[in-house]
Antibody
Framework: EVQLVESGGGLVQPGGSLRLSCAAS????????MTWVRQAPGKGLEWIAY???????????YYADSVKGRFTISRDTAKNALFLQMNNVRTEDTAVYFC????????????????WGHGTLVTVSS | NFVLTQPPSVSESPGKTVSISCTRS????????VQWFQQRPGSSPTTVIY?????PSGVPDRFSGSIDSSSNSASLTISGLMTEDEADYYC???????????FGGGTKLTVL
């Protein structure tokens, strides 16, 4: 069974930093593209960042404009973990952050969100 | 980026069938797969349809997905409505030109 468990959320001041983690199990983590999605309180879903599988030839990374230059997505295949380093956070970054997995372990599955974690809440406030 | 437009809310009675639309503003709906997610109050989203019309294991066959090129839209259809289907539903696709993941604004389904 695919399991994605996020952690690392909490209260952080504007301009501060936070590192989110997502522990993956139940599948060959290295073979799947992974995505971070967030949801502000009472709002809809917003894509944040994507990292391709380790098996991808070029392993590109993509970011939404709202976080580009401030957030960094990375993965550690030895630990089966996905990360989101959040720097210079703003009040509008307050949200629940979800870790998700692509549907298939092929590059053609890029863009096809399939499995979700339970999320971790990040609150940016002074 | 294109926009995916969903109706803010729909309602229907138990046992009936309801469809939720998701209209793509530019580019062909068939160009990139569409996914549908269910989010019950206080819970994380779960996938009910992926790759336009595929159901993950464990999702009842009351849920079905389709795309319509004539209206450039995707639809999620839920038949035999149950009170437990009451939730927010989001469509999602992928902009392969700008390399962005796109979500619809969400539709609140009320089963009354």
């Amino acid at each position: 069974e695919v399991q994605l468990v996020e952690s690392g959320g909490g209260l952080v001041q504007p301009g501060g930093s936070l590192r989110l983690s997502c522990a993956a199990s139940g599948f060959r983590f290295s073979r799947y593209g992974m995505t971070w999605v967030r949801q502000a309180p009472g709002k809809g879903l917003e894509w944040i960042a994507y990292i391709t599988s380790v098996t991808s030839v070029t392993s590109p990374i993509y970011y939404a404009d709202s976080v580009k230059g401030r957030f960094t997505i990375s993965r550690d295949t030895a630990k089966n973990a996905l990360f989101l380093q959040m720097n210079n956070v703003r009040t509008e970054d307050t949200a629940v952050y979800f870790c998700t997995r692509d549907a298939r372990d092929t590059t053609s599955s890029m863009g096809v969100i399939h499995s979700w974690g339970h999320g971790t809440l990040v609150t940016v406030s002074s | 980026n294109f926009v995916l437009t969903q109706p803010p809310s729909v309602s229907e009675s138990p046992g009936k069938t309801v469809s939720i639309s998701c209209t793509r503003s530019s580019g062909r709906i068939a160009a990139n797969y569409v996914q549908w997610f269910q989010q019950r109050p206080g819970s994380s989203p779960t996938t009910v349809i992926y790759e336009d019309d595929q159901r993950p294991s464990g999702v009842p066959d009351r849920f079905s997905g389709s795309i319509d090129s004539s209206s450039n839209s995707a639809s999620l259809t839920i038949s035999g409505l149950m009170t437990e289907d009451e939730a927010d539903y989001y469509c999602q696709s992928y902009d392969s030109n700008s390399i962005h993941w796109v979500f619809g604004g969400g539709t609140k389904l009320t089963v009354l």
